[in-house]
């Protein structure tokens, strides 16, 4: 059914210059521009010649299981209609397929498609939907030394989530090699019942390209990654940073001194005032928080006043918020929350860091789930400066205002004049 719905738009070869070879890297995503790339598990390539073959003539040998069932119960093109017509009526809690094809004119794939007898879930890999797969094919992983020997690029694993921050707390480098060579999806553990989502950033600061969460939980984790994605014109894609791309450079994602080559930022915010918040008359307040490397995460740490019985055009007009050092810019995320005085929720807005212009700005909100909101805004003020360790201070504002700091000498020397010190005694 793949072939059938996707058409054209299936990458079913690879592409010439990126052969499924060891060492050849993955072609890029502009490389694969409107394809889609199936990942499933693939049969050897000689076993999948074989029983392709075999599946294409209608001799391909089913399970036992299956050869000792009812031939009644294979699936036709004329018991199709039957199926179509009771669905409406009947919930069914098996998966299953539908073929709607003419056998008359059907070529051999498509009549064996029409005739393939389904039982449920099952180990064994379909030959046609093996020969899919090229660029995402899942592996058991064996270590991330093995993955560096093989270097077998398209070759990619799937990590529960505690597994995955396990290989972080011991291999945390390693990971991040991983991710330069091949596909990593991180899923959420079984024991989230509850369609709870972990937080994705730990895992994007290791360059993981897949990170799964459950989008039916409009939750911090959720919003973070809805933010996220936003940026780049909400494409999907996001470029990871340089030193996480090329074989040549170390990362470490729990670094707290500054990256080699990239530029630590300082950030400030000062929230002024709101716009159309509630609707009732409640008091509110303004939280915002930093996400992104552990070092520049700040939690629970900047909130405003609480401005009572004015939910319209609340003035909280803050010292700014100083986020004093960032390390790493590119991956940080900016979020900006405001609650009522009972701690719900009434508007939240996740801006990327590299993304935030300096001054002053009006931030339409969105609701939990992410979902724009005609009115309610915050007035605030961004600056966005490079981090300057401490002492080195006036240095930096001599090299970026020159004239500045030399009125302010001479503006120092005429002081000390006309408290009778001599201009000769004073110092060049």
Not at 15 to 40: A, F, H, M, T
Not at 113 to 130: D, E, F, K, V
Not at 417 to 422: F, N, V
Request: hydrophobic letters at 35%.
């Amino acid at each position: 059914y793949c072939d059938e719905i996707l058409g054209d738009l299936l990458l079913r070869e690879p592409l010439p210059n990126y052969p499924l070879e060891q060492r050849i890297p993955l072609p890029s995503p502009n490389d694969l521009k409107y394809k889609i790339v199936i990942k499933n598990k693939r049969l050897n390539p000689e076993d999948e010649k074989v029983e392709l073959e075999l599946w294409k003539k209608g001799q391909l040998a089913q399970d036992e299981d299956e050869e000792n069932e009812d031939p009644s119960a294979i699936i036709t093109a004329e018991d199709i209609g039957k199926y179509y017509l009771n669905l409406r009526n009947h919930l069914f809690n098996d998966f299953f397929c539908l073929f709607f094809i003419s056998q008359e004119y059907a070529e051999p794939e498509q009549i064996a498609m029409a005739n393939y007898r389904y039982t449920g879930a099952t180990q064994h890999i379909h030959p046609y939907l093996s020969s899919l797969v090229n660029y995402a094919q899942p592996i058991k992983f064996q270590g991330f030394d093995v993955a560096e020997e093989r270097e077998i690029c398209y070759h990619m694993s799937s990590f529960a989530e505690n597994t995955a921050l396990g290989y972080l707390k011991t291999q945390a480098i390693e990971f991040v090699n991983y991710n330069k060579r091949q596909l990593s999806r991180i899923y959420p553990k079984g024991t989230r019942a509850d369609s709870s989502n972990f937080l994705p950033q730990v895992f994007w600061n290791a360059g993981s390209q897949m990170v799964a969460l459950n989008f039916q939980t409009p939750d911090l984790p959720m919003q973070l990654n809805q933010g996220k994605f936003e940026y780049n014109g909400g494409c999907g894609y996001l470029l990871k940073p340089d030193f996480m791309r090329r074989k040549d450079r170390i990362f470490d994602p729990f670094a707290e001194s500054p990256v080699d080559g990239v530029i630590a930022a300082q950030c400030s915010v000062r929230v002024i005032s709101g716009q159309f918040l509630s609707d009732k008359k409640v008091g509110t307040y303004v939280e915002v928080d930093m996400y992104g490397l552990p070092t520049d995460t700040i939690r629970k740490e900047f909130r405003t006043r609480m401005v009572p019985a004015n939910g319209l055009n609340p003035v909280y007009n803050e010292e700014p918020f100083v986020f004093r050092k960032v390390v790493l810019p590119d991956l940080a995320v900016l979020r900006i929350a405001v609650y009522d005085e009972n701690g719900k929720m009434l508007g939240q807005r996740i801006l990327p860091l590299d993304g935030l212009q300096a001054g002053y700005r009006h931030i339409s909100l969105r609701t939990e789930g992410n979902f724009p909101m005609s009115l309610p805004m915050l007035f605030i003020c961004i600056e966005l400066k490079i981090y300057v360790p401490d002492g080195l201070g006036d240095l930096m504002d001599a090299l970026s205002d020159p004239r500045a700091f030399l009125s302010a000498q001479e503006k120092r020397i005429a002081q000390m004049k006309a408290m009778g010190i001599e201009e000769t005694d004073i110092q060049n």
